[in-house]
């Protein structure tokens, strides 16, 4: 019996994934299987989102925003002896949020996820003598220190400090000038908050910057409308001076 027509054989085929940028590429594949796949963080709302991964590899990362908590960094200098050195954070009801660790962990840079609140910064050396010129700050997302300090002395310490939405929110006086001759209106304020902000004077002018000011004091409210500082507040009083009246003094007489 015969027979005659075309055919494909394929000898020793090795099924596998030959994209070489995949997570599972072979390299000894001869044909293509369409298993590849990429690992990575799929979340798009994680910090090292990858749009390239097609499987979750667990690694995602997020900010503290994603929690609804704060950025909040603490920085601890050396010191003499920083091999004594740790520390921790306390909340209201005294429950540890962070601590560095043993003996000699509590020097360098921390950052650290905190609701806002007030905390107990608690210090502590192993020796007994204090810190030894070693010094801790507390500060904000906005680089605003909530709180800074040391162990003078002893085996531990304690600082207090809290911090709300609106400790990065406040009016700032960015130029001024008084009025320039008695009885004149040319005195004048530009201020700012850096952020979406209601102006209200207290005398009922409008805006933020105030022109045409004659000597008096003035008060002014700041409200923000700003969502990442919601229902924040702050004033500012400032005076405007005037130099004093010119006075001439004349002696008549007769010739």
């Known amino acids: 019996c015969t027979a005659t027509g075309n055919w494909f054989v394929m000898v020793g085929a090795t099924p ?7 997570s599972n590429y072979n390299s000894l594949a001869t044909v293509d299987d369409g298993s590849c796949y990429w690992l990575g963080c799929i979340d798009s709302l994680a910090n090292n989102f990858d749009s390239t991964a097609t499987v979750d590899d667990s690694s995602c990362t997020y900010s503290c925003a994603y929690y ?11 010191g003499t002896f920083p091999g004594e050195v ?9 429950a540890i949020v962070f601590a560095s660790g043993g003996p000699g962990t509590g020097v ?3 950052n650290l996820c905190l609701a806002y609140g007030c905390y107990d910064f608690n210090m502590f050396d192993s ?10 700050t507390v500060t904000n997302d906005a680089g605003i220190t909530l709180a800074t300090g040391t162990l003078p002395t002893g085996l531990s310490g304690t600082q207090n400090f809290c911090f709300d939405p609106c400790d990065g929110y406040s009016i700032s006086v960015d130029n001024s000038g008084d009025v320039s ?5 040319d005195g004048f304020v530009d201020v700012s908050t850096g952020i979406c902000t209601i102006w209200n004077w207290l005398d009922g002018a409008s805006g933020g910057d105030r022109y045409n000011m004659s000597a008096g ?6 409200t923000s409308c700003d969502p990442n500082y919601p229902g924040c507040v702050d004033s500012l009083t400032i005076t405007i001076t005037e130099p004093a009246p010119i006075t001439a003094t004349m002696l008549i007489g007769n010739e």
């Not at 596998?16 to 995949?22: Q, V």
């Not at 001759?181 to 209106?185: L, P, R």
């Open 16 to 22: 596998g994934c030959m994209d070489s940028t995949a």
């Open 68 to 78: 609804g908590l704060q950025e909040i960094t603490v920085v601890v200098t050396p």
């Open 86 to 94: 740790s520390w921790n954070i306390t909340d209201t009801s005294g």
């Open 108 to 110: 360098g840079t921390f």
């Open 127 to 136: 020796f007994g003598d204090g810190w030894n010129g070693a010094v801790f």
């Open 181 to 185: 001759c008695n009885g004149g209106s």
């Open 217 to 222: 004091t003035y008060t002014l409210v700041a």
